[in-house]
């Protein structure tokens, strides 16, 4: 059988229809396939091992926030899919995964997979597994402004890119840019912006660090030292041409294990999710999970 654990998306229909268009390329195939709509239904299914004996592959049907999730919950070594309906899908992207459904269905039901590792951080918010990045600092305050907004008043409403625009507004006017002291295996350095990645992809088509590899068992880190306004527009500038690892004041590095602390708490996101503040331990997870490849 394979599992869809698919994004509700309430109100949006063309998801809803590329989803369905990938189950019924895989009942074409003579698999039997289920798709889960329900977000609570879904986390009972993916965290119980006994229901996850006999699936061969568990879509992940969303953005990144819906293969970050899944990730989290799989409690068995079943192999990941992903069929990108986010803002970035960065992911899927850094997998090379079609984002033609019928295309992924051919994909899922050939069972090609490699093994990816996986990072792990635990912070204020406790232990969580990331497939792409984790970073504290700026970037951070905004994800986690964006998710407030999100879940104010009601259900949680879809993010969207024009989303962003007040979270970032805010956060350049009142953001404190506290240094985050970084120990990675034996190393230490404080930045004012620090991210660890597991996979090089980050928004908007960037990679803060291009030659982090999801199966070599580390995880890549970079510091950006300098705080303020001036600084970060510096170093936005700098990423966007790929030059901003050759800045002195740019800090990079690998490890297996890492820990980031500051004077005072600052704010933590995994994979484009709020995840508590500093102090944060992260080590990486080799091989930790199998993925569907073309």
């Known amino acids: 059988m394979i599992v869809i654990a698919a994004n509700p998306y309430r109100g949006a229909a063309h998801p809803r229809e590329r989803v369905q268009t990938l189950a019924a390329a895989i009942a074409a195939s003579g698999t039997p396939v289920r798709v889960l709509w329900d977000v609570a239904e879904r986390a009972r299914l993916l965290g119980d091992p006994r229901a996850l004996a006999g699936v061969r592959c568990v879509v992940a049907a969303g953005g990144d926030g819906t293969v970050a999730s899944v990730v989290n919950e799989l409690s068995a070594d079943v192999p990941l899919a992903t069929l990108a309906l986010g803002n970035e899908n960065l992911f899927a992207r850094a997998l090379g995964l079609p984002a033609d459904p019928i295309a992924l269905a051919r994909a899922i039901v050939g069972g090609r997979t490699r093994r990816l590792d996986l990072g792990r951080a635990t912070t204020s918010a406790g232990s969580r597994r990331f497939g792409l990045m984790l970073s504290a600092g700026f970037d951070a305050d905004i994800v986690h402004r964006v998710a407030r907004r999100r879940s104010a008043g009601g259900p949680p409403r879809r993010v969207g890119r024009l989303s962003y625009l007040a979270p970032v507004a805010t956060a350049m006017c009142v953001y404190g840019h506290c240094p985050v002291a970084v120990a ?29 590899r999801g199966d070599d068992g580390m995880l890549d880190w970079l510091a950006f030292e300098r705080g303020g306004l001036p600084a970060l527009a510096a170093y936005a500038w700098a990423v966007r041409r790929a030059r901003h690892q ?49």
């Open 184 to 212: 990675a295996d034996g190393v230490a350095c404080a930045g004012a912006y620090c991210v660890v990645s597991n996979l090089p992809e980050y928004a908007l088509a960037l990679s803060l660090t291009p030659a982090a």
């Open 246 to 294: 050759r800045l002195a004041h740019v800090r990079t590095g690998r490890a297996r294990r890492l820990t980031l602390t500051s004077a005072t708490p600052v704010p933590v996101q995994l994979d484009g999710d709020p995840w508590g503040f500093t102090p944060a331990e992260v080590e990486v997870l080799p091989g930790a999970l199998a993925v569907v490849v073309v």
